[in-house]
T-cell receptor, first 111, second 115 residues
Framework: QKEVEQNSGPLSVPEGAIASLNCTYSDRGSQSFFWYRQYSGKSPELIMFIYSNGDKEDGRFTAQLNKASQYVSLLIRDSQPSDSATYLCAGITDSWGKLQFGAGTQVVVTP | DTEVTQTPKHLVMGMTNKKSLKCEQH?????MYWYKQKAKKPPELMFVYSYEKLSINESVPSRFSPECPNSSLLNLHLHALQPEDSALYLC??????????????FGNGTRLTVT
């Protein structure tokens, strides 16, 4: 069973602090990983994707991938109340583009 | 604004009805997907079309029938659904997967309630 694991939270973060989200995966063949943000009742919104080992930064978001250790992380700097959402980690597990999602981590940013 | 548009946004149907969900993408993608999402769960893949051909059918019940008229349109035909089929139905699109995987972009979803 190809799995992506996430801590479901909730992760409570003070406004202005760094939120750190982690994800592990079991399929060593997975090449690409994605972070989606999902507000309650809304659809997932792509915020980051990463293919290579190391860090990738986009604004307040930094994704990190370590293929040897099979983990992916997302850092949210200067967290804002609008960042309160569920963050889904996903990897692509086959050539057809099937996304294997983690359960999602709920982030709550407190003023 | 999303470049993957789904209609309707909400749908309530009885178990004997026939309805269709529609999806259109304006991103020039050649792969389109239907996902189903229950409350507090991650999305689950139902169907994948790549170059307008059905590539994956994840053993979804036959009461769900996909159709891909062209590279930018995707339909999901619904017939004789059960109350447990009530969920958020998500359409997504991407470039066909290659050596490096293309991100999926989701539409806003259709909230389906079966009564």
């Amino acid at each position: 069973q190809k799995e992506v694991e996430q801590n479901s939270g909730p992760l409570s973060v003070p406004e202005g602090a760094i939120a750190s989200l982690n994800c592990t995966y079991s399929d060593r063949g997975s090449q690409s990983f994605f972070w989606y943000r999902q507000y309650s009742g809304k659809s997932p919104e792509l915020i980051m994707f990463i293919y290579s080992n190391g860090d990738k930064e986009d604004g307040r978001f930094t994704a990190q991938l370590n293929k040897a250790s099979q983990y992916v992380s997302l850092l949210i700097r200067d967290s804002q109340p609008s960042d309160s959402a569920t963050y889904l980690c996903a990897g692509i597990t086959d050539s057809w583009g099937k996304l294997q999602f983690g359960a999602g981590t709920q982030v709550v940013v407190t003023p | 604004d999303t470049e993957v548009t789904q209609t309707p946004k909400h749908l309530v149907m009885g178990m004997t009805n026939k309805k269709s969900l529609k999806c259109e993408q304006h991103m020039g993608h050649r792969a389109m997907y239907w996902y189903k999402q229950k409350a507090k769960k991650p999305p689950e893949l139902m169907f994948v079309y790549s170059y307008e051909k059905l590539s994956i059918n994840e053993s979804v019940p036959s009461r769900f029938s996909p159709e891909c008229p062209n590279s930018s349109l995707l339909n999901l035909h619904l017939h004789a659904l059960q109350p447990e089929d009530s969920a958020l139905y998500l359409c997504a699109s991407s470039q066909p997967q290659g050596d490096y995987n293309s991100p999926l972009h989701f539409g806003n979803g259709t909230r389906l309630t079966v009564t």
